[in-house]
Structures are given as C-alpha cells and as structure tokens.
T-cell receptor, first 112, second 114 residues
Framework: QKEVEQDPGPLSVPEGAIVSLNCTYS??????FMWYRQYSRKGPELLMY????GNKEDGRFTAQVDKSSKYISLFIRDSQPSDSATYLC????????????FGKGTRLSVIA | DGGITQSPKYLFRKEGQNVTLSCEQN?????MYWYRQDPGQGLRLIYY???????QKGDIAEGYSVSREKKESFPLTVTSAQKNPTAFYLC?????????????FGAGTRLSVL
C-alpha cells in the first residue's frame, strides 16, 4: 500500500460546480497537510496548509483533515476555468525543513 | 524578483552521457530539494539538503548525484547509470518559519533521451 493515495482522475466539471478532491494516507504520524496546484508544464504552487484535524477556509477553497479516518479533502466552490490544473496533496510528519510525501495528483478540468 | 530558477527548461541527453540540471534560489532558504515527476505520477524525492555541504538521499537517488557548495545552489547530475531519465525535474526550497514546512518550487526542467 502506498503511503498516500490520490485518484488521478481526470475530473471534468462544469463552471460553477463544487469540486471535491481527496487523499487517503496510511501513516498515522502525518501531522502537516498541504494542497498544491500545478498548471501544465509549471512547478507546483502552495494552495492550502493545515495542521492536524479540522477545516481551513481561504476564499473559494476549503481544506479538511480527518486524522481518525486518515483522509484529507480540498473543496473548490464556484469553480472557474482558471482552476483547471493538477492538484497534489502533500504531507509530512515533522516540523521544519523535511521532505514532503506527495500524492499522484488529480487532473481537474473546469468547462465553461 | 525572489524565487527559484531552474535551467535549462528543456534538456536532451545522449546515451552514456552525464547531464547537469541547475537550480538557484535567492530566497535565503536553508533547505533545497530535487523531485522527479513522471506522467500520472506524483513527485518522488531524489535528494535533499538541509544545510550547505550536507545532503541526504531520497527514495530514488540511484543514478543521480548532487552537491551543495553554496546556500543558493543545488545542482543535480543525471548520470549514465540512470537508465530511464526521461521525466520532469522539479527543484524546491524551504525555510523553517515557526515550524511551517512550506516548499516553493521552480518551473522545472524537462529531460528527454535522444
């Protein structure tokens, strides 16, 4: 079993839809959870950063962490064509400058 | 402009050749990382360095080598021992700010085999 599982999609939704992206993980020691967005042929950019269980909201984006189920989610409200990208979940055990463990990424297309 | 610069953007390698990918950052970050991304795959860690003159192997270090002689620079050499080098290579850096581990990425280098 891989440490982090993420459905690669592709996922195609109409403009304005609510998008739900998910990752599951096996290592209960993960405490820090991130979502990165990667446009085609570009480097990933950080979207959301959360610590432990709970919700975090930033504009149209909401990140949820459920440590008891080892499950994290990213919700995008009122999706726009500019949201079309690959979304990667990432997580780490420790604080500080340590490597992240990434999911495979989910490719999202928002159709106008 | 602060950021991470990777060069070249595209690189071609001949059989038996070593090639070096450049990564420079002017963010004053302590740590730097190299990841490899294959189609439909996530990012896999090749090497990372938390301080100058020190680096650690990642999950797929075989066939690669790095150096960290300066804080700003972390070049990656893809050696002839790496039999399947075609991939998108991403460099990242991070600074421990109040415990947060946020990595910032360059634009990547796409390596192909001739």
């Amino acid at each position: 079993q891989k440490e982090v599982e993420q459905d690669p999609g592709p996922l195609s939704v109409p403009e304005g839809a609510i998008v739900s992206l998910n990752c599951t993980y096996s290592n209960s020691a993960f405490q820090y959870f991130m979502w990165y967005r990667q446009y085609s042929r570009k480097g990933p950019e950080l979207l959301m950063y959360t610590y432990s269980s709970g919700n975090k909201e930033d504009g149209r984006f909401t990140a949820q962490v459920d440590k008891s189920s080892k499950y994290i989610s990213l919700f995008i409200r009122d999706s726009q064509p500019s949201d079309s990208a690959t979304y990667l979940c990432a997580m780490s055990v420790m604080l500080g400058n340590t490597p992240l463990v990434f999911g495979k990424g989910t490719r999202l297309s928002v159709i106008a | 402009d602060g950021g991470i610069t990777q060069s070249p953007k595209y690189l071609f390698r001949k059989e038996g050749q070593n090639v070096t990918l450049s990564c420079e950052q002017n963010l004053n970050h302590d740590a730097m990382y190299w990841y490899r991304q294959d189609p439909g795959q996530g990012l896999r860690l090749i090497y990372y360095s938390q301080i100058v003159n020190d680096f650690q192997k990642g999950d797929i270090a075989e066939g690669y080598s790095v150096s960290r002689e300066k804080k700003e620079s972390f070049p990656l050499t893809v050696t002839s021992a790496q039999k399947n080098p075609t991939a998108f290579y991403l460099c990242a850096s991070s600074m421990d700010r109040g415990g947060k581990n946020i990595q910032y990425f360059g634009a990547g280098t796409r390596l192909s085999v001739l």
